[in-house]
Structure formats: C-alpha cells, structure tokens
C-alpha cells in the first residue's frame, strides 16, 4: 500500500508560478512510477505529467509542455510539479498518482495509488 499526500496549491495570478509536492509513505518509492493529473469542474481527470521510477523519463500533455516540469527526489520520497506561466485554464484540482510498475503511463486507469488532491487556481 502507498499512501499519497498532496501540497502547495493555492490561488495564483496567471503568469505566476506554483510547485506542487506528494509526498509518499508505504511501500518502495523507488518501485513506483508517479504521475500528476488534474480534475476541473464538470470535466473529466486529464493527464498532465508522468516520470519513471529512476526519474530518466518523463512526459508531458501537450497543454502544459515547456511551462511545467515533474521531478522527484526518490531519498525523500517525493515527487514535485513545478508550474510557470500558469493560466486560467490550469485551474483544477491536482492529484498525484502511483503506479507500481517499471512503465509510467498518462492513463488514469493504469494508477493503483491516488493522492486527496490539493486545489489550483489561476486568476485572470
């Protein structure tokens, strides 16, 4: 079992900058490939990031590509979203997301581990 805590959301003006954390206890951090996806109102959970177990691989939705950046610290046990040049349509709830797997994965589905979600706003 890995349990999954998200932090760092707030309200933010576009243009501005915000870094997501989930921190994760349990089982090996180091056996999990982790993503981050994001839920806004009346829509459907959209991929954003992913990153390998090892952290060599990474991969982005086209819709936040050049502006966020997925990276972890595996002797923290903790993966981060760094987030630039936010805009209004960034605005979702974040949620971090764990897969015990060698492969990442942009599919909802594929993650056996979620985090509560933590609330992004960007205003205009």
């Known amino acids: 079992q890995v349990q999954l805590v998200e932090s760092g959301g707030g309200l933010v003006q576009a243009g501005g900058s915000l870094r997501l954390s989930c921190a994760a206890s349990?089982?090996?951090?180091?056996?999990?490939?982790m993503g981050w996806f994001r839920q806004a109102p009346g829509k459907d959970r959209e991929f954003v990031a992913t990153?390998?177990?090892?952290?060599?691989?990474?991969d982005y939705a086209d819709s936040v590509k050049g502006r966020f950046t997925i990276s972890r610290d595996n002797a923290k046990n903790t993966v981060y979203l760094q987030m630039n040049s936010l805009k209004p349509e960034d605005t979702a709830v974040y949620y971090c997301?764990?897969?015990?797997?060698?492969?990442?994965?942009?599919?909802?589905?594929?993650?056996?581990?979620w985090g509560q979600g933590t609330q992004v706003t960007v205003s205009s």
């Open positions: 997301a764990g897969r015990i797997s060698l492969v990442s994965s942009s599919r909802p589905r594929d993650y056996d581990y």
């Open positions: 349990g089982r090996s951090f180091t056996n999990t490939a």
């Open positions: 990153i390998s177990r090892s952290g060599g691989y990474t």
